[in-house]
C-alpha cells in the first residue's frame, strides 16, 4: 500500500514564504505523478503544481513564478516553494500520488492528510 506523508504548512503574512513537504512510503510506478492539490472553503479543489516521472513540472497559471516544486533523486520526496504568499493560496494543501492503472494509464489514487496554509493580509 502506498502511504502519502506530508509536513509543513503554517500561519504566515502576505509576502511571506513556507515549504511543504512530501514523502511518499510504498510500492507505486514512478513515472506517474506527484503533486500538491489546494481546497480553499467552499471552492473545489484544485490541482496546483505536479511532477511527471520525466520531471516535468506543471504549476497553475495564479502560482506561476512563486511556488516552485522539486524533488529528491529517488522521486520519492517532492517539495513545494511557496513564496510572495497571498492570501488567496489560503486553503488545506494536499500531497497526492497517481497510480498505475493498466490502460487507463495513471491516476491520482493516493493522498495525504492534508496541511493547512493560512496567509494573513
Known amino acids: 500500500q502506498v502511504q502519502v506523508m506530508e509536513s509543513g504548512g503554517g500561519s504566515v503574512q502576505a509576502g511571506g514564504s513556507l515549504k511543504l513537504s512530501c514523502q511518499v512510503v510504498g510500492d507505486r510506478e514512478r513515472s506517474c505523478k506527484l503533486g500538491w492539490f489546494r481546497q480553499a472553503p467552499g471552492k473545489d479543489r484544485e490541482l496546483v503544481s505536479s511532477?511527471?516521472?520525466?520531471?516535468?513540472?506543471f504549476y497553475i497559471d495564479s502560482v506561476k513564478g512563486r511556488f516552485i516544486l522539486s524533488r529528491t533523486a529517488d522521486r520519492n520526496t517532492i517539495y513545494l516553494q511557496m513564496n510572495s504568499l497571498k492570501a488567496e493560496d489560503t486553503a488545506v494543501y494536499f500531497c497526492a500520488a497517481e497510480g498505475f492503472k493498466g490502460f487507463r494509464g495513471c491516476r491520482w489514487d493516493f493522498w495525504g492528510q492534508g496541511t493547512q496554509v493560512t496567509v494573513s493580509s
Open positions: 511532477i511527471s516521472g520525466d520531471g516535468t513540472t
